[in-house]
């Protein structure tokens, strides 16, 4: 077997595949198109033009290309006093396992693009959810391994919003699980057939769940870690050039991954496509009507910049045991009740 | 008719039914800027404001006003404008050359208060209404006799396109396009 | 922590006054030093020394951009000083040099005519409107609402672009001359300032649904950083700081100078003393001066012209600028005004800026440089509040209350 046949054959392979063409290359096209349309829409907004000058006609947006060119091309300062190893690999780390989740989401209800046996896919939102919850760790990290006091405030800022909406976010999900009676992502697009689409079932649910994606990828009004009045950049004070990118493209990639689980549990999946046999209609184009919604949702957390201040740190929080956890059990409720009287 | 004092207080704590009617305010509010933008981005410098007659810009000096008084170079508060002597012919006594003294200006110094300009019992000195002029080096900025009595060359208005600004009761402040380059 | 008791928030009732010692630091405490350099620092370095979450000692440590005003001042002249205070903060530049100039001019035994009265008036109201959507703008960047933040600036435009019309500069605008204005108003000025005012009525409903009732934006500004009103009073804050501790202090009613008294409008005050309090003063505030620019610009159309400066002065003028004075309504100065003289003796000149009340002390010795120069400025006076209002909250509460404050550094440092 010739090599290009073996790379093509491993790259070929679904949970690879999908990490790095949907999950890297996707969610950079889609982080990148993310940050224009917040700083245009803020613009609107705010009555200004936003990014112009880089291309006129396209509304700006190469501007985000010159801003990742000027990123990649500048130089990485690595402070004296931090601790080297934690502190360049938190964000390369961080990144990847944020991208993980994509190994095991199927994209398609044809078994043959799966990314996991039909076996383990039983538990696929388990698993994902699982790897989900795993990037904040290193941005904790990359706050400690700074040794600076507004990356440790920051860092531990992040630590307790971990606390809180991790919780919100899994029982969220669990509010799809519940209706579906079933882990399985496949199984639970599948009950969403002919336009039953959990949203509408379940609203409660997912209203915990979109909350949970803004508190954890620090959107607006939980930008709270990174909160530029008192701790800078909080835990990515310390970092420049492409390590600061890393650092700040790996939020909108963490927000993409978990909008593509929202949209699998609560939007229909490929709906109203139904996949057939072949690459194209099995897995590219239901793939694509996925990412498409997700990129909705990514939109919509983007635009709440445009009319949000940030809460106060303890504010989030409150708001999260006080109101979204009573809601996401709620939702969970709401989806075993309808999943009792047949409605899912 | 007298000024008073306004005691009031706030609004009290209000309930969740408020809070979601102030969240969907703030929603419909940013959609609807968002729908229709009411932009009041100036595209500097492809379009210019064009600045009215009264504008403090650039400090001009006509010299055949000047009577060499100095009152300019007294009253600028950042000792901008110096006074320098020149040797220029007499007109009472043809042939023979007589010292005469002339403002000069730094505009590295200038901070365009207009003072020199109001203080001129002659009206020697007159501003022109633009005063966004780059220059490459710093020794330019030091105008000698000659410079300080051309305008400028206003670069802008090459590139751009001239708008007046105008107070506006619903957009706050709009453009209109004046036609003349002058 | 050497068992010592801590008082978080609140105050001592046996003293009135809570006593915060500077150096204590317990082992758990962290100390953070924000700014200079800092996004949200201002040109100040605030050191706070952290619990937790919980800010236990704030130390406001001021005089980062410190220029010599009072010295500067003192070395060059009557009027050049002018210029030269409007930079303690040019947004309000009217407001902060016209108590200097009406020191100089009880020295000076002149007296500005009623219309430049008037038109003093008008250029105050509109710095303070500036001044005020300027640190409304800060304050929001500050809570993270970048919405607000261009919205005040780009609003400010609006009222800079008046200034322009009637001064002839956006910010810098040495307008007022011992004696009198330098210039009057342009042809149709007064519609001009008529529909900006209209803009800006509809434009504080928007505020009020987007950044006032926001319920982000209210749930961090309620009852945060109190002051309550004998802590103000001791303290002794003064402007809209004061104002919303439910201390009716302003100068232009306790003693209303150039045409205040003549003109209708209130002076708001609310009794809460917390950081929403501090917001909507200032928001009240913008909506009277509204109100004083309409009533002036009424007065000013309708009244015939008149000289704007002293008769003492006009008497002076030569025809050329009694001829510009009517053509073109600029108030030429006097040669002798560079080197002029002022009898000897001290006066006190006050005014309420944008920030709160400014006191100048202006001492003359009967030469052509003022002996002394001494200003208050507000800030200088409300920088002290950030001592009594930071502990007890949480570091996150740090901008919000330095936001409401609306603490600028360059005029409390001089």
Redesign the interface.
């Known amino acids: 077997m010739a090599v290009h046949e073996a790379l093509a054959a491993i790259i070929g392979w679904p949970p690879i595949w999908q990490v790095l063409i949907i999950g890297f290359i996707g969610s950079l096209v889609v982080s990148i198109f993310a940050v224009w349309f917040e700083r245009k ?9 936003g990014p ?1 000058w880089a291309s006129p006609r396209l509304g700006g947006l190469l501007h985000l290309i010159a801003d990742l060119a000027r990123y990649a091309f500048q130089y990485p300062i690595i402070p004296r006093r931090v601790d080297v190893v934690p502190f360049l690999a938190a964000p390369i780390a961080g990144l990847i396992i944020a991208l993980l989740p994509l190994a095991v989401i199927p994209f398609t209800s044809n078994p043959s693009y799966w990314p996991l046996p039909p076996a383990a896919m039983e538990y696929s939102l388990l698993i994902a959810l699982a790897i989900a919850t795993l990037p904040p760790i290193f941005i904790i990290a990359a706050g400690w391994a700074s040794n600076n ?2 990356a440790v ?1 920051g860092g531990v800022r992040e630590a307790f919003i971990i606390v809180a909406y991790e919780l919100i976010a899994i029982l969220g999900f669990l509010g799809a699980a519940a209706a579906v009676g079933s882990f399985n992502l496949v199984e639970i697009v599948a009950a969403q057939e002919g336009f039953k689409w959990l949203i509408l079932l379940n609203p409660i649910a997912f209203l915990a769940v979109f909350i949970a994606i803004v508190m954890s990828t620090s959107a ?2 939980f ?2 870690p990174e ?6 950049a909080g835990p990515f004070t310390e970092y420049s050039g492409i390590l600061y990118a890393l650092n700040m493209g790996g939020a909108y990639m963490r927000r993409f991954v978990l909008a593509i689980l929202t949209v699998l549990a609560f939007l229909g999946g490929w709906q109203p496509l139904t996949p057939g046999e072949g690459l194209l209609w099995g897995y590219i184009l239901p793939s694509i009507v996925v990412v498409a919604k997700a990129v909705v949702i990514v939109l919509a957390i983007s ?1 709440l ?11 989030a929080l409150d708001m999260a045991w006080k109101i979204l956890l009573p809601l996401a059990l709620a939702g969970i409720a709401l989806g075993l009740i309808e999943a009792s009287i047949g409605v899912v | 008719m007298a000024p008073r004092v306004g005691l009031r207080s706030l609004e009290k704590r209000r309930t969740l039914i408020d809070g979601v009617r102030s969240n969907i305010h703030v929603l419909m509010l940013g959609v609807k800027y968002f729908v229709n933008p009411r932009r009041m981005t100036l595209v500097y410098p492809r379009e210019y404001p064009k600045l009215s007659e009264g504008y403090r810009g650039f400090i001009i000096l006509k010299k055949e006003k000047c009577i060499s008084c100095a009152a300019c170079a007294r009253i600028c508060p950042s000792a901008a404008m110096k006074m320098i002597r020149v040797q220029e012919p007499d007109p009472k006594h043809p042939g023979k050359a007589k010292m005469k003294q002339y403002p000069v200006i730094n505009y590295q110094r200038c901070i365009f208060c207009g003072y020199c300009v109001d203080v001129c019992p002659t009206e020697a000195l007159y501003h022109v209404n633009y005063h966004d002029i780059v220059y490459d080096n710093l020794a330019d900025m030091f105008w000698d006799l000659e410079t300080f009595q051309r305008e400028p060359e206003y670069k802008t208005a090459a590139e751009g396109r001239p708008v007046r600004i105008v107070i506006h009761e619903e957009l706050g402040l709009v453009k209109v396009p004046v036609e003349d380059k002058a | 922590m050497s068992g010592e008791v801590r008082v978080y928030g609140g105050w001592r009732d046996d003293l009135g006054l809570r006593v915060i010692p500077s150096k204590r630091i317990g082992k758990d405490v962290y100390e953070v030093f924000i700014g200079p350099q800092h996004p949200g620092s201002g040109h100040m370095r605030i050191i706070i020394r952290v619990d937790g979450d919980v800010i236990v000692e704030a130390d406001p440590d001021i005089g980062y951009v410190h220029r010599t005003m009072e010295k500067l001042g003192e070395i060059r002249g009557w009027i050049k000083p002018i210029p030269l205070f409007e930079r303690m903060a040019i947004h309000d530049a009217c407001n902060i040099t016209l108590p200097y100039v009406r020191a100089v001019e009880k020295l000076m035994g002149v007296e500005a005519p009623l219309r430049a009265k008037y038109l003093r008036v008008l250029l105050c109201e509109i710095n303070r409107i500036a001044s005020h959507l300027y640190g409304f703008a800060i304050f929001s960047i500050f809570l993270g609402h970048s919405t607000m933040y261009m919205w005040a600036m780009g609003d400010r435009e609006v009222f800079i672009q008046l200034a322009e019309e009637l001064t002839g500069a956006r910010l810098t605008h040495s307008y007022p001359i011992p004696g009198g204005v330098r210039r009057d108003i342009p042809q149709g000025f007064p519609d001009m300032a008529r529909r900006a005012v209209r803009y800006m009525r509809k434009r504080l409903e928007e505020y009020r649904k987007m950044f006032l009732e926001n319920p982000v934006i209210r749930s961090r500004l309620e009852g945060v950083g109190v002051i309550p009103k004998n802590l103000a009073a001791e303290l002794g804050l003064v402007g809209p700081n004061a104002r919303g501790s439910g201390i009716a202090y302003d100068v232009r009613i306790i003693e209303p100078y150039e045409v205040y008294d003549e003109l209708d409008f209130e002076v708001p005050v609310y009794t809460e003393g917390d950081a929403l309090a501090r917001t909507y003063v200032r928001v009240e505030e913008i909506a009277q001066s509204l109100r004083i620019i309409e009533q002036v610009v009424d007065w000013l159309e309708k009244k015939p012209r008149e000289p704007i400066v002293d008769e003492s002065i006009y008497k002076k003028y030569p025809p050329l600028h009694k001829k510009i004075l009517e053509s073109q309504g600029r108030a030429k100065l006097l040669p002798w005004m560079a080197t002029m003289k002022v009898p000897a003796g001290a006066a006190i000149g006050r005014g309420e800026t944008g920030r709160g009340e400014i006191i100048y002390y202006v001492e003359s010795d009967g030469g052509v440089n003022p002996y002394r120069v001494r200003i208050v400025t507000p800030s200088a006076r409300n920088v002290i509040a950030f001592k009594y209002a930071l502990p007890g909250h949480r570091v996150m509460d740090l901008p919000a209350i330095y936001g409401s404050l609306d603490y600028f550094p360059p005029e409390a440092d001089r």
Not at chain 1, 227 to 232: D, I, L, N
């Open positions: 829409a803020a613009a609107r907004v705010q009555r200004r033009l112009y006091p507004f405030i607006f009004p930008e709270i909160s530029e009045a008192e701790v800078v635009f910049r445009a009319v949000y201040g940030r809460y106060r740190l303890d504010q």
